[in-house]
């Protein structure tokens, strides 16, 4: 089966400390995708890549960095420099990034404890 | 930068057909438009993709006039099930990909 998978589910880390959640996809997909969702708002978009050891930040990069090292994979790392970090991650992937549609996996829940 | 304009909230009655439409003024030539569907906790679920005029699939039907300034996400029949958020996507050019306000659907009995 094909498809975008993100783990882990439900994530919880303290104050200060440093924490990547991860993204891996077997669709063969080019571009990555990571956004963010605060309860009961829409998505906004953190980083994309279109190829691989390539990324562009979004709307809200600040406090977050990206790698792509492999086609297949997009970690996310939420850094302490990350004033709010507590919200929904989801990642996706699409063939190119102007190809829509995307595919999205079934997201991380992280809690700043 | 292409931005997009949906209701923050509809309601229906199962069995009855819903049209959701969305503003997207400023879309570029090259660009597609695009419907997903979210559940609580869950990742948005593609719904629909269109260019211009009418799409159908076994899902949804999407509406675009000649300018291509908005489009409609039309549901028939609608079911509890269908109470989700419906989020409209547009290409812009300048790479960056944003997704509406999303419109929450309720569907009551």
């Known amino acids: 089966d094909g498809g975008i998978t993100q783990s882990p589910k439900y994530l919880f880390r303290k104050e200060g400390q440093n924490v990547t959640l991860s993204c891996e996809q077997n669709?063969?997909?080019?571009?990555m995708y990571w956004y963010r969702q605060d309860p009961g708002q829409g998505l906004r978009l953190i980083y994309y890549?279109?190829?691989?050891?390539?990324?562009q930040k979004g709307d809200i990069a600040e406090g977050y960095s990206v790698s792509r090292e492999k086609k297949e994979s997009f970690p996310l790392t939420v850094t302490s420099a990350q004033k709010n970090p507590t919200a929904f991650y989801l990642c996706?992937?699409?063939?190119?990034?102007?190809?829509?549609?995307?595919?999205f996996g079934s997201g991380t829940r992280l809690t700043v404890v | 930068l292409a931005k997009t304009t949906q209701p923050i909230s509809m309601d229906s009655y199962e069995g009855q057909e819903v049209n959701i439409t969305c503003s997207h003024n400023?879309?570029?030539?090259?660009?597609?438009i695009t419907w997903y569907q979210q559940f609580p906790s869950q990742g948005p679920r593609f719904i629909i993709q269109?260019?211009?005029t009418k799409v159908t699939n076994e899902v949804a039907s999407l509406f675009i006039p000649a300018d291509r300034k908005s489009s409609t996400l039309s549901l028939p029949r609608v079911s509890l099930s269908d109470t989700a958020v419906y989020y409209c996507?547009?290409?812009?050019?300048?790479?960056?990909?944003?997704f509406g306000t999303g419109t929450r659907l309720q569907v009551f009995p």
């Open positions: 996507l547009v290409g812009d050019n300048t790479d960056k990909l944003i």
């Open positions: 269109g260019y211009k």
């Open positions: 890549s279109q190829i691989v050891n390539d990324f």
């Open positions: 996706a992937s699409s063939f190119d990034h102007l190809t829509y549609g995307y595919t």
């Open positions: 669709l063969n997909h080019d571009a």
């Open positions: 400023n879309i570029a030539t090259n660009d597609y």
